[in-house]
């Protein structure tokens, strides 16, 4: 699939995938047409193409929705997960306590604190998942939300989402899942999970940046007050009162990101046209070559468990992650350059619980292949020869 990527010409072994995805042609062609020949304004303008417009803003709602297993007035279009999270964050009506995890992404963090919730952190296993034999015990009917990585962005581990639900329901609690390193590769049905809110980007499934998702039961969505407020998101106003639209529209306000959405559409088109399972499958055998790779070696230390989803981190005995992303990032011997992430993964608790203050991190995405590992471990013994 490396041809459908015009990022990836030259031969560019690209293995930062979980920061975000390189973008396929249909992708690109289809934000290039929502930009140009089609471009108009939604939910507002009488004429042809701005109907025509809402009707294909609307349509990758709905095909948002069968990805994902809901329905459609249950998807809020927001910013990115962070912004989703913020906004469950922010108008969830019963604040109180809520459950993490050592390992979320700061973004699933601030937005708590921010928004006044009183935070709990649930600890990781030996092999860095989850303990939910630990969040079972730490759960009290105090805690009104619980909010968990499905996929850690920095170890590759899984949740198990049914559980963690039961869990949560068993108290009175709501579940919000992060799924952003869990949409591109593992197929999902919202009702299945059993989960309460799901929020994903775009960008790490291939899409455009600046848009993703907010699934939430209609129930909640309709419970909870705007966040934000301006055009769109209105009944009626007057400078007295305000009354607001249904959800999901009373999520957003203002114009919304239109070229995005459209571009959404195309990379779930792109990336149901290949197969989760099939996706998942290839880079579960890329992380298997890598770690059994690293393990050979004695100056790497491994972190996360085996079955890590696509993402591989590791540290370097006497190389700082910066310093091994650095040499990496100059041509070799071949005349291309590995591109990994170094640093704390926006994730620095979880750094912190590892007893580093940055790791070296491989993800891998649907076009990555065994060429993407044999350049990594070049460049790190070329790196090792520097150091000595």
């Not at 455009?208 to 966040?227: C, H, Q, S, V």
Request: proline share 4%; with cysteine; hydrophobic share 45%.
């Amino acid at each position: 699939m490396r041809d459908d990527f015009p990022g990836l010409a030259g031969g560019w072994h690209y293995l930062d995938s979980a920061a975000t995805a390189q973008k396929p042609q249909v992708v690109i062609d289809a934000t290039v047409r929502a930009m140009g020949a089609d471009y108009a304004t939604v939910h507002r303008g009488v004429y042809a193409r701005s109907a025509n417009m809402t009707l294909a803003y609307e349509a990758a709602r709905e095909r948002v929705a069968q990805f994902i297993g809901g329905k459609a007035d249950e998807v809020v279009f927001a910013r990115g997960a962070t912004e989703a999270i913020n906004l469950v964050a922010q108008s969830f009506p019963k604040k109180g306590r809520v459950l993490l995890s050592v390992l979320e992404h700061h973004s699933n963090i601030v937005p708590w604190q921010l928004a006044g919730w009183q935070v709990d952190v649930c600890p990781l296993t030996a092999d860095g998942c989850i303990d939910l034999d630990a969040a079972e015990k730490m759960l009290t009917p105090e805690h009104t939300m619980v909010a968990l990585a499905h996929v850690s962005n920095v170890l590759g581990s899984t949740l198990d989402c049914t559980r963690a639900a039961d869990l949560a329901h068993r108290d009175g609690a709501r579940l919000l899942l992060d799924r952003c390193q869990a949409v591109p590769r593992m197929a999902v049905d919202v009702a299945a999970l059993g989960c309460d809110f799901y929020a994903f980007s775009a960008h790490k499934l291939y899409g455009p940046t600046g848009i993703g998702a907010l699934w939430g039961r209609a129930a909640l969505l309709e419970a909870m007050p705007p966040w934000q407020g301006g055009g769109s998101m209105i009944d009626k106003v007057s400078f007295e009162r305000t009354t607001y639209a249904s959800a999901p529209t009373r999520f957003e306000a203002g114009t919304p990101a239109i070229v995005e959405v459209l571009g959404l559409h195309a990379a779930i088109d792109y990336v149901e046209s290949i197969g989760l399972a099939a996706i998942h499958a290839h880079e579960t055998r890329l992380v298997g070559q890598l770690r059994e790779a690293l393990r050979a070696r004695n100056d790497i230390t491994l972190f996360g468990p085996e079955d890590a989803a696509g993402i591989v981190s590791f540290a370097m005995d006497g190389v700082h992650p910066h310093d091994l992303g650095t040499i990496l990032d100059e041509p070799g011997p071949d005349g291309t350059s590995v591109a990994i992430r170094a640093g704390h993964h926006c994730a620095q608790p979880l750094m912190a619980h590892l007893g580093v203050s940055a790791t070296a991190r491989a993800s891998f995405g649907l076009y990555s292949d065994a060429d993407d590992v044999a350049a990594l471990m070049a460049g790190i013994e070329r790196t090792r020869r520097i150091f000595g």
